[in-house]
């Protein structure tokens, strides 16, 4: 992706954090919506940059910046300006701010970091949350261009390629920290939400070399008592238990060994 | 309406606006998105009320508080927590935040002032507004209640209601400060959105005992040049010249009256 994009939308997360994230990660050239309102304060008619977000903001002449790719890292604090700054950009004229595109098929590509329409947090009820963000762009992208179709990806779970970050990760720090260098035999992995963690957790499983084993809890998305979309290979109650579940199985397996 | 709902949720607009506007058409009880998350601040993860916002939220016990309609008068200036809240009641117990209804259809009814999907502001291109945020409530209604349909009901342009109350207020309006107790002849409507403002104008007049007059401009939604969904009595460049071919056409008849 680094090596792929030279100038690169971010979006979401507080303040500056995701750019500081994206040129971590080595991004040459990394502009945020704020850049954009700054520019042009008409983008977003509703919403006015706080004196803070417009010092922090960078000036630039974006009739001359060519936007190609945009990163939704984290979850967007500001849904109707990061919308219609998507929206802009997809329409656009190859990724240029305040062209309008007769084709509507050269905008830059849209990555959503997870594709959960909701996820739990403090609250009793489940929060809407990223992917209910990307169904909104595509949605509205189809009206507005009365019919064209907008591809945007999800580069979260349930996508093959974050369990294959996972396992990369996993191998690093098993070699790094405990000098053992090949992959776990078993992979406990923990998730609330069927649809996202447990879905992709099994469709990985199907072709990795090592087990990857499902456990499910209640303590999230998913609510006890009815019927997960995706089995788990077994459901808890909490994360402890998850832990727990894995430790004991683990020992008995050692077990079985000795005798 | 206001003899109808006792407490009702305002939705949009700035500050404590809408509450106002609200308060003065007669709504006894009317509460906003801001006393909710004063109330329970895990409504919204991503949002957290400045200290203007908390004061002036006002402090109410909301498991006591059933709410009977939203209304969103004005355009939201916080999509995600309008619509997170919106939801919420939407899927509620018979309008008690907080709790989930088994059968999703005893939410309050949710009002739209208006269905403009997009609007003309002072940016180039059109931006997005009202009508998409009624669409993503409806949408993730949808999603998250898998497959219930939720209703709601948007009260302006091109609604029979809007050109009514214009109408009255029209009449009122000539007896008050003309002495003339009877309505215009002619209204010219003055549009910019063949999908509104044209087509509620043209459909009014099929049963207004009146001739009401659709004017569309080019400065707007509408482009020059394309074929509007629903046709104007005639097409004018600005606003001005809608007024001047009004005044105009009105002149002409004097004078044929003269003749």
Known sequence: MV??????????????????????????????????????????????????????????????????????????????????????????????????????????????????????????????????????VEILFKDLTKGKELETIAFGKPQIGTFQFATRLLQQWRKEEHHINRPPETVYFVGDTPESDIKGTNNYNENAKNDWYSILVNTGVYQEGTEPTYKPRVNVSTVLDAVQYGIKREMEWKLEEIR
């Open 3 to 136: 090596e792929k994009y030279k100038t690169v939308l971010v979006v979401g997360g507080e303040g500056e954090k995701c750019r500081e994230v994206a040129e971590g990660y080595g991004f040459q050239d990394v502009v945020t919506p704020g850049d954009i309102i700054k520019y042009n304060e008409a983008t977003t008619p509703f919403r006015r940059l706080t004196n803070e977000e417009r010092a922090r903001s960078r000036r630039r002449d974006f009739s001359k910046t060519r936007i190609e790719a945009i990163f939704v890292f984290a979850d967007s604090r500001d849904w109707a300006s990061d919308i219609q700054i998507m929206l802009d950009l997809a329409m656009s004229k190859g990724g240029y701010i305040g062209t309008l595109s007769d084709t509507f098929d050269e905008g830059p590509t849209i990555y959503f970091s997870h594709n959960d329409i909701v996820w739990s947090a403090a609250h009793d009820n489940v929060r809407i949350g990223m992917g209910a963000l990307r169904k909104m």
